[in-house]
């Protein structure tokens, strides 16, 4: 059983591009967290999704950043314009269902130029 | 809201000294509260949890206590090694946000030979 997967790895932009992040949770997970990582910094929860609808997106920067969930496929945050702050780990966990043990991907490193 | 106050590092002990991680809570009722380990380079990995009051969460020789008394759930190992050398996250699930992670700025621990 596959754990959660998240690609790219790596991945580096210079300012004003955009960053496609994404997330395969575990088989038979329904319920994916986005969290982002500053340097020397603890996480920070962004967004809670469930396929096809937003259930929580109290941690996402109002502008510029979005996330899906589709019906098929994985999650996708979306990081539009990058500006240099935006240079983190962004890591990815699913679950089986709300307060339900979360597993961990090994995350996104981005990189802005 | 909800929050997490976790003991500051960096903490440096010798191999097989014992390990003491404090961490502090606060919080809407009564949340599940875990720890997570990342070592270098890599995504959380779940150490330990608990989910009521009073329940000893233990794994790899860690262990820690859920004290609803003194909303704290601090780690514990009797012999640390030098492949324990990792930061360390305590967190709380916020329950009053459907299940999403609250972090510590997490606490690094170096174990020297």
């Known amino acids: 059983n596959a754990g959660v997967m998240q690609n790219p790895r790596h991945l580096v932009r210079r300012r004003g591009q955009e960053a496609r992040l994404r997330c395969s949770p575990m088989?038979?997970?329904?319920?994916v967290y986005w969290y982002r990582q500053l340097p020397e910094e603890g996480l920070k929860f962004m967004v809670y999704?469930?396929?096809?609808?937003?259930?929580?997106e109290s941690g996402m920067p109002k502008e510029r950043f979005s996330a899906e969930f589709p019906k098929e496929g994985p999650s996708i945050l979306r990081i539009q314009q990058v500006v240099r702050g935006d240079s983190a780990a962004y890591f990815c966990?699913?679950?089986?269902?709300?307060?339900?043990?979360?597993?961990f991907g090994p995350g996104t490193r981005l990189t802005v130029l | 809201g909800d929050s997490v106050t976790q003991m500051e590092g960096p903490v440096t002990l010798s191999e097989e000294a014992f390990l003491t991680i404090n961490c502090t809570y606060t919080?809407?009722?009564?949340?599940?509260l875990f720890w997570y380990v990342q070592y270098p380079g890599e995504g959380l990995q779940l150490l330990l949890k608990a989910t009521k009051a009073d329940d000893k969460g233990s794994n790899k020789g860690f262990e820690a206590t859920y004290r609803k008394e003194t909303t704290s759930f601090h780690l514990e190992k009797g012999s640390v090694q030098v492949s324990d050398s990792a930061v360390y996250f305590c967190?709380?699930?916020?329950?009053?946000?459907?299940?999403?992670?609250?972090f510590g700025k997490g606490t690094k621990l170096s174990v020297k030979p």
């Open positions: 966990a699913s679950s089986l269902g709300t307060n339900n043990e979360q597993f």
């Open positions: 999704l469930q396929k096809e609808n937003i259930i929580d």
């Open positions: 967190a709380p699930g916020d329950r009053g946000s459907q299940g999403n992670l609250i």
């Open positions: 088989k038979g997970h329904s319920h």
């Open positions: 919080a809407t009722g009564y949340p599940s």
